[in-house]
């Protein structure tokens, strides 16, 4: 089954909402290190995030998620963009894992929104006061956007899933809702998935089942893949940055040529000599490389 996103309203309810399930991604994003389990599962986890927080940005190009700690897990980083395009990175201290839970000391949450164009990057942050990625995300929500959120995720070996209600703001155009206690039933409804159930039927399918007795309507929808921003590009903007005499001894140190793997889909990009000299110095003759 396809890695998907479907959004929908329960109009009659006043609510939006969003569910996703992936697969494929969650594998291409594990299979470039070797994570614990612990950490697959919040890698796993927010992906799923991102992609259902993407879901209610309008003229955003692309979401990122990021989870800091001081201890265990130093960095997640999850992105979703416009396009249904994901990926994802961690960094830990694997001797600090084993007593490490989310919510520790110091843990903060991270959500940054780039714009496609015209508006300004804006991000938002938390400090982490629960173990739940769901509950981290219900109160950024609460806290940073102030809309009235129900969000659930759910991972195991086979791949992650994840389920976002929200209260619509009277003034986005929709009326009084008729039902004034559908906010409180949906959320009900929701909170009635079984484990089992979240990667056994398909996302629209168990969207329908959940919401039988309501008016449901769908809004979009759109399949998800992993996809990677490194470019060449920007990998020479970083040796530039990174200064001649520092590339010159990293040269050297490697026979005369320098690789630079990419951290989340692991492309090596390769200079030689000749290569980065042109980077200080273009248009450089093969006679004239860095010494």
Known sequence: MSDQIYGFMLPDCGVRGAIVRIERVADEVLAQDQYPDKVQQLLKQA???SALVMSGLK?????????QSTRGLRLLLAECNDHGGMRAIAKFALDELSDWTLGAVGDRCAITVEPREGDQRYQGIIAVESDSMSEVLTQYFARSEQIPTWLALHS???????????????QGGLQQPLDADGWNRVQHLAATIRSDEWLLRAPNELVAHVFFEENLEWTGFRELSFSCRCSRAKVEAMLVQLGHDECVEALNGNHGVLEVRCEFCARPYRFDAIDAERLFHPGVSPSHVLQ
């Open 47 to 49: 992906l799923v995030a």
């Open 59 to 67: 003229h955003a190009e692309r979401i990122a998620l990021q989870l």
């Open 156 to 170: 195991d070996a086979q791949g992650a899933a994840g389920l976002l209600l929200q209260r619509v703001p009277e």
